[in-house]
């Protein structure tokens, strides 16, 4: 890593990353030509680089993967868990092979490109990596220009700029613009997703990827269908959800109403849930909080089960007067182990977050109930005056290990 100077890219280099510190880092550009601040962190899984591109909690981030080998299953249609790509890009350490799988639709480096995000190559991503664990996760910006002209001192200012992810409500901005019903449930091997419940327009086989629009298209179910069939009406509050959670919550028996994150209170009832969910997204849950809080409070005075994954478990935290705080380098990967205190067993987990709840300041009416076996942060919470929990990590994979997908069912069998 060399100082910033306003420095021409040695020869062959592409693409760059300038750290607020001054660090500049430089490697081979792939996929969109452009440049992205915001936080740079590290990820720790071994597969499912679409799945965690397309997560919307990873909007504001650059994504470094640890894995060396990143792209080299190329990327299908399928393996998305939102309509967009939301990280800003990706820092890899090799280049990205042509696909070889069955199920690729086209490269890694196309599909970033069609979507806008870039991709930087030949990094020493253990370095960085190591960099990120001793002095916390640093905002950064990512470019990418074939020419291989940059202006670093613009890259520098830029990153040094950037306000970071503290105090920033990103939930907003990421979440669903109008309420639509959620239809399809879990991937399949040999049958794509399964669609326990009809689709729009008849089509079979599970939602259309990457399409909001087609998900839109899907009416809401009237509240007066509530309960046809004895189908338990989850309403869920989307902050910036990954789609297997709506899946997930389809597969342990529910209909899924899906509200955008600013929805009030009002809202929520007029849609006569049996529960509600309040769903992971990006940014920091307390500046989220502000127009959250007082809807999540009005839910727990209901009688109604509720559900939250990440940045769901952060507000509920909140709602009930706890506080959360940012995490030096925050948690991202598929093999997070996390102990479930009620009979000791553990769980590995899926992680994406970079702000945790402080357990001590929990008040009474709440247990903590998952901690994680890395660093001991609260990973999970339930009231005691009110049939409500949430945890840090999630359940819904996507990717990652399934050892915690008993949550939705555990969440649809309280629903009555
Ligand atoms: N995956 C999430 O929901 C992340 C929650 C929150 N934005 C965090 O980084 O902690």
Redesign the pocket.
């Known amino acids: 890593m060399a100082d910033a100077t306003p420095t021409r890219a040695p020869e062959g280099a592409t693409g760059v990353l300038v750290l607020a510190s001054g660090d500049v880092i430089w490697g081979r550009g792939f996929g969109a030509e452009g440049e992205a601040v915001g936080e740079v962190c590290f990820h720790t899984a071994i597969t499912g680089y679409q799945e965690i591109m397309t997560d919307p ?1 990873f909007e504001g981030q650059i994504i470094t993967f640890t894995f060396p080998h990143i792209g080299n299953v190329g990327a299908n249609h399928e393996d998305v868990e939102a309509n967009h790509a939301h990280a800003l890009g990706c820092i890899v350490r090799e280049d990205v092979t042509a696909p070889s799988n069955f199920r690729a639709a086209e490269g890694f480096d196309s599909w970033l490109k069609a979507r806008g995000k870039i991709g930087l190559a030949g990094v020493d991503t253990r370095a960085l990596t190591r960099r990120i664990r001793e002095g916390g996760a640093p905002n950064g910006v990512i470019a990418y220009r074939a020419d291989g002209r940059f202006d670093v001192e613009a890259l520098l200012a830029k990153a040094r700029a950037w306000p970071g992810l503290e105090g920033m409500d990103l939930a907003k901005e990421v979440s669903c613009e109008a309420h639509h019903g959620w239809e399809g449930g879990v991937w399949e091997l040999g049958s794509g997703y399964t669609s326990p419940l009809p689709l729009a327009g008849g089509a079979g086989g599970g939602q259309a990827p990457e399409s909001r629009a087609d998900l839109k298209a899907v009416p809401t179910p009237s509240p007066s269908r509530k309960r046809e069939g004895n189908v338990p009406h989850v309403v869920a509050i989307d902050y ?1 959800s990954k789609h297997n959670i709506f899946r997930n919550l389809v597969k342990a028996g529910a209909r899924v109403t899906v509200l955008p994150a600013t929805a009030t209170f009002d809202d929520v009832m007029a849609q006569s849930p049996d529960g509600f969910f309040l769903s ?6 307390a500046a989220t909080a502000e127009y959250a809080v007082p809807v999540i409070q009005k839910m727990l005075e209901t009688d109604k089960p509720l559900f939250g ?3 769901g478990h ?1 507000l509920l935290a909140l709602a009930i007067g706890a506080k959360t705080t940012k995490m030096f380098q ?1 948690h991202r990967g598929a093999n997070h182990p996390v102990k479930r205190l009620e009979d000791g067993r553990v769980e590995i987990t899926s992680m ?4 945790a709840v402080e357990r001590e300041t929990l008040p009474e009416n709440a247990r903590e109930t998952h901690v994680s076996l890395f660093d001991g942060s609260n990973c999970g919470l339930e009231l005691t005056d009110h049939p409500a929990f949430s945890v840090q990590y ?1 359940p819904e994979a996507s990717p990652g290990p399934q050892d915690s997908c008993y949550l939705f069912e555990k969440f649809v069998g309280m629903l009555g």
């Open positions: 909690s910036g992971n997204g990006p940014g920091d849950p994954i990440c940045l952060q925050g994406n977050h970079g702000f999630h």
